[in-house]
């Protein structure tokens, strides 16, 4: 296994550290700033539920804002996050905070290639090779699933430190970004146009052979230590892209085998069609290439002027972890690193065939050719005259107006933009006033002049913004207001009140109700339990016992007034004892009362014509009390009457007069 000589990272200072310490999404803790770019910067954070380290890659506040970019973003975030290969960075979760928009991905401490090569210059094939076939592994993967990475370059690929492994970084992200790497920042354009096929500048249009294409590009720069286009301006480099073939690596370094001049040159070609299909097939030509090769061609040094590249053990380079920044920013953290091992492609391969691009000439034809230099350099510079005359004027680069599109259906839209050969993106945003499907705007505006084949914005409404109250009932109220803010509403005023079937602290109802559809922002009113309602008891004893039920059974208890029994002293139809008669009781709970049905009745005896002595003997024996009044003394002492009469029933206790005669 290679191994590349070992170097240590510098910082510039003043870097802004506003997120240290925060927590991003209620879940990353934010430890440490690791680099800028020109779309976000990369921080360590702490995924606090899974207790491990991630890149957190926080992108700029303009760009969050910006919602076609923000739609685009998520949509390929998630299409970047179901891809799993050992070499690809993994994504682990997007998302958005207080304005921050992020991805989480796996933390790869390590140096890009760009670094690998600011240090080491040149590579030897075998260094080279072995990093090649893992970017292509991942390439393949990434191919394989429908995926097409778009931004293939070597700041996007991460040696790991501890063992060398490569990993391939922002699959999927490029079609996000690729409005603002047009539009913003120079040096994020030079670094991403140096790697752009020809159909990428011409058509706006990518496929895997335009991975293939930039694969080809990092070859030729990891054995020649230059890129094989060079420019002032964007629109230089891109020209070369589309109108020159990519240069032999040994025209620049002459070790290099011709073997590789073929495998570059099939990667390169403009043609996509002459390309490997995809990148498992580049990766079958490059294993057959290096099968070629001898283990002196392999580890042979670099020569030639192009070899004399930096190769300093100590190089100030950006560091870069789980996701790559632009090529012209500094790294902001230094640290020393440990030799990077290159990881070896051990795969056995058949040699193949003889080689399709090996051209030999002899000095004697260059020699032949050579009078004719000025008339071939005079006709390419025609040549280049009017293929740029043709771009501005009447090719893709020509000039053209975006028409006025609003409140029209984006079908229309889009047809109308065509016929103006310009490209819409759409973005759906909610509108008040604007029906759905309509477009509410675009950008640039009716009446901008652009080149043809440039993005236009359009803004389709997806009618008025509302959002239904989501279901809290149940819950705590800090989550209630959790779950209300999730979806874009505001909790409002928070009431209590007792309930029977809620616990205490929870929320019982909301108003509006829950599903309602509300305006962003509305705010919902939550009624929290205060748990169940107590009750005080109040004692019925010696009242009517329907009055005691009335008032017992509106108070929420349960009444049991089935139980009855005679009493002297209550009278008929109140309540003799109630249990419990007093303390706390709650809804549903049980009170039971005993009503007395008077006191008992006792049937009167006949004692008419009985002596007075037997009489009162009777009654008293029957539980009557006796008074006696004598008729003209009573001489007899024979009862002529009796009052209550005989036979009727009376309360025990009851006076019964006897007239003695």
Same mark, same amino acid.
């Given at each position: ?363 004697? +034809?260059?020699? #032949?050719? $050579?009078?004719?230099?000025? =008339?071939? &350099?005079?006709?390419?510079? !025609?040549?280049?005259?009017?293929? /740029? ?28 933009l065509a016929k103006a050969h310009l490209t819409p993106e759409r973005v759906d945003a909610f509108d008040e006033t ?28 997806? +009618?008025?913004? #509302?959002? $239904?109250?989501?279901?809290? =009932?149940? &819950?705590?109220?800090?989550? !209630?207001?959790?779950?209300?803010? /999730? ?37 919902v009113d939550i009624v929290v339990s205060k748990g169940r309602q107590p009750i005080e008891v109040t004692d019925f ?121």
């Open positions: 296994m290679a191994t590349l000589t070992s170097y240590t990272l510098r910082v510039s200072s003043g870097v802004t550290e506003s997120l240290l310490g925060r927590v991003i999404d209620g879940r990353y803790r934010v430890q440490s700033h690791i680099a800028d770019g020109g779309m976000a910067s990369v921080y360590l954070a702490l995924d606090t539920r899974l207790d491990r380290d991630v890149a957190l890659k926080v992108l700029r506040r303009d760009l969050a804002q910006d919602e076609g970019f923000a739609s685009r973003f998520r949509r390929e975030a998630r299409s970047a996050a179901r891809l799993s290969h050992p070499n690809v960075v993994s994504v682990f979760d997007q998302g958005e905070d207080d304005g921050h928009m992020f991805l989480a991905m796996e933390y790869v401490p390590g140096q890009t290639l760009r670094e690998v090569m600011r240090a080491e210059g040149p590579l030897t094939p075998r260094a080279a090779l072995d990093i090649m076939a893992p970017v292509l592994q991942a390439l393949g993967a990434a191919h394989r699933a429908g995926i097409i990475h778009r931004d293939v370059k070597p700041e996007n690929i991460i040696l790991r430190e501890d063992d060398g492994t490569v990993k391939v970084a922002d699959f999927g992200l490029a079609r996000a970004v690729s409005n603002q790497t047009s539009t913003s920042q120079t040096g994020v354009l030079l670094g991403t146009v140096a790697y752009l096929s020809p159909e990428q500048v011409e058509r706006g249009i990518a496929d895997a052979r335009s991975d293939v294409y930039a694969a080809g590009l990092i070859l030729f720069e990891m054995l020649t230590g230059s890129k094989a286009f060079t420019g002032d301006t964007p629109i230089h480099i891109a020209y070369q892209h589309v109108h020159s073939s990519v240069p032999a690596p040994s025209s620049r370094v002459s070790t290099v085998p011709g073997e590789l001049d073929a495998l570059v040159a099939l990667a390169t070609s403009r043609d996509p069609d002459q390309r490997p299909s995809d990148a498992d097939d580049f990766l079958v030509q490059v294993r057959r290439s290096r099968a070629m090769l001898t283990p002196a061609e392999l580890d042979r040094r670099p020569e030639g002027p192009s070899a004399m590249a930096p190769g300093a053990s100590t190089v100030a380079v950006e560091r870069t972890s789980a996701l790559p920044v632009d090529p012209s920013h500094e790294a902001r953290h230094s640290r020393p690193v440990g030799p990077v091992a290159l990881p070896v492609d051990r795969t056995p391969t058949a040699p193949p065939g003889p080689d399709p691009w090996a051209q030999d000439e002899d000095d004697e +034809g260059r020699r #032949r050719r $050579a009078p004719w230099g000025w =008339v071939v &350099a005079a006709l390419l510079v !025609a040549a280049v005259a009017g293929v /740029a005359a043709w771009w501005f004027m009447a090719g893709p680069g020509s000039p053209t107006v975006v028409p006025r599109v609003t409140n029209l259906t984006y079908a229309q839209a889009q047809g109308a604007i029906p759905k499907g309509v477009v509410i705007s675009t950008d640039p505006g009716a009446g901008t002049q652009l080149r043809r084949s440039q993005d236009v914005t359009v803004t389709v409404s997806k +009618g008025p913004e #509302r959002y $239904a109250v989501p279901p809290v =009932v149940g &819950a705590s109220a800090n989550e !209630a207001q959790a779950r209300l803010s /999730a979806t874009k509403l505001t909790l409002g005023r928070t009431t209590e009140a007792y309930s029977e079937k809620i616990a205490q602290g929870l929320v019982i109802s909301t108003d509006p109700k829950v599903g309602t559809s509300l305006k962003r922002g509305a705010k004893t010696g009242k009517p016992a329907d009055q005691a039920v009335k008032a017992l059974t509106d108070a929420g208890l349960q009444v049991d007034a089935t139980a009855q029994k005679n009493d002297d002293t209550v009278p008929k139809g109140s309540v003799i004892t109630q249990t419990p008669s007093s303390g706390t009781l709650y809804r549903g709970d049980k009170v039971t009362l005993v009503v007395s049905k008077g006191p008992e009745l006792v049937k009167v005896p006949d004692v008419q014509g009985k002596q007075e002595a037997d009489a009162v003997k009777i009654l008293e024996g029957a539980g009557f009390q006796v008074k006696v009044d004598r008729f003209m003394g009573g001489i007899f002492g024979t009862v002529r009457s009796q009052n209550p009469a005989a036979g009727t029933e009376q309360p025990k206790k009851t006076t019964i007069t006897l007239v003695i005669v």
